[in-house]
């Protein structure tokens, strides 16, 4: 059964009005398209502040339990999710804490663990990030080169970690680390590592295309963590890891609040098709441009109903099916979107942010820009095409 039952009806009719009522001001300079773009200290300001009014408000945490500072109810954050996409109101900063670090804890950590760190991936009052890729280990993960040496209760670290998102801003990285040099796999441990102002910790922002930074490597030289910040046992960072993966890549729909509403950027193209002009007509009359918006609107469809599919458990054959699925449409779906976008706006997408003349202040080539980091951050598609070829449909593995 999908359909709603008489408490989450009310729960969305609360979430609706809360939302309507409780919209912060836009903030003085624009927000950036993602979390992963936020630079100045003004916005993560801005965005924690909401982030921490709607976790008080129960549209955050819904469903995890009051002790680890959620609310304790079932089915919530669902509907919480989607009333956040269409009231369109900001986004979540802390979606590393939120999306990957908080359902991992939850599901390996220690009771003081969860009892200490769960609360502020909620709140957003602790910002999180993710020190998986170094420069030999992306698609290859297990490849770590990052140390681990054990010393009485702690662990010296030492390694340097790169693409981290939000690096910069956060309080603590989901790390993993190499405990043993004799096992690929089983030498892996993974630790909850303070890093802002810690000791031994240096974080170096990376400027991207755009000319926004957002990722950044980060350098461990002796750096500590004491034993009780590892999470699960020593050797098992490889299956943690493979939890905060599929929870990256979407197995449950972002469980502590976030995501996105597959429908608004389709509704953003037509906004543009309606405002550009071309030989005295508006975009939105020419056909193939209502064809290709069309396109767009079919497949949005296509990716909610896959969602509302993959709650139903007699249509999941496998479990990582459809989020699987979902992630290598969903990046090609922001692609293609923000391709189709630039198109519309023809010449004038070579006006850029701070242009005055750039159609919709320059979000359409920056969202291009930005577009390409979809198909490769949480595992690239090749990657996900692989794995959804051997290990859901069992087809020979590739190598
Ligand atoms: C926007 C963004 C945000 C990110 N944020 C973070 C973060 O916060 N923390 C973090 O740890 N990492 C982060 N990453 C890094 C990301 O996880 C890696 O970039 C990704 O796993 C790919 O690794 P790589 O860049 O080393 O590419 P490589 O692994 O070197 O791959 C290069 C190319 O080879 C292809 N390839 C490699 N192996 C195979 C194979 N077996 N079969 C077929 N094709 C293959 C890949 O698909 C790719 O096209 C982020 C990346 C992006 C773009």
Redesign the pocket.
């Known amino acids: 059964m999908t359909s709603m039952n008489q408490d989450q009806i009310e729960f969305q009719d609360y979430a609706r009005r809360w939302l309507e009522e409780n919209r912060p001001p836009a903030p003085r300079e624009r927000l950036p398209i993602t979390p ?1 773009e936020i630079m100045s200290e003004a916005h993560r300001d801005y965005l924690q502040d909401w982030q921490g009014k709607v976790h008080g408000a129960g549209l955050v945490g819904a469903d995890y339990p009051v002790e680890y500072g959620g609310f304790g109810h079932d089915g919530f954050q669902r509907i919480a999710n989607q009333e956040m996409g269409r009231a369109r109101t900001p986004m979540l900063i802390n979606i ?1 804490g939120l999306n990957m670090a908080g359902p991992t804890i939850l599901a390996h950590g220690t009771q003081e663990q969860k009892k200490s760190l769960i609360p502020g991936c909620l709140s957003g009052s602790e910002i999180w ?5 170094e420069p030999g280990a ?4 297990a490849n770590q080169q990052t140390s681990a040496i054990p010393d009485g209760d702690n662990w010296i670290i030492n390694g340097h ?1 790169v ?4 690096g910069h801003f956060a309080k603590w990285m989901i790390l993993i680390a190499r405990t043993s040099k004799h096992h690929k796999y089983d030498g892996l441990t993974y630790f909850l590592m303070p890093i802002a102002g810690h000791a031994g910790v240096t974080v170096r922002p990376l400027v991207k295309i755009t000319g926004e930074s957002g ?1 950044n490597e980060v350098l461990f030289e002796d750096a500590i963590v004491p034993d009780n910040l590892r999470l699960d046992d020593v050797g098992k960072g490889w299956t943690v890891a493979m939890t905060t993966l599929t929870f990256e890549r979407g197995a449950a729909e972002s469980a502590g609040g976030g995501g996105g509403d597959s429908a608004h950027p389709v509704r953003r193209l037509v906004d543009l098709a309606k405002n550009t002009w071309r030989d005295g007509r508006r975009a939105s009359d020419d056909p193939v441009t209502r064809d290709a918006i069309v396109e767009r609107a079919i497949i949005a469809e296509g990716m909610r109903q896959n969602g509302r599919r993959a709650r139903v458990p007699a249509l999941c054959d496998h479990p990582m099916r459809l989020p699987l699925q979902q992630k290598v449409t969903g990046s090609e779906f922001v692609q293609d979107n923000a391709r189709l976008g630039v198109e519309i706006a023809g010449a004038h997408s070579t006006l850029y942010k701070l242009d005055e003349a750039a159609p919709d202040a320059g979000y359409w080539p920056l969202a291009y820009m930005n577009s390409y ?2 198909t ?8 996900q095409r ?1 794995i959804l070829g051997e290990r859901v449909l069992g087809m020979p593995k ?2």
């Open positions: 992963l590393v990030c993710q020190g998986f890729s992306g698609s290859d993960m970690k693409w981290t998102s939000l990722f980091g979809h490769i951050a949480a595992g690239t598609n090749e990657i692989n590739s190598k």
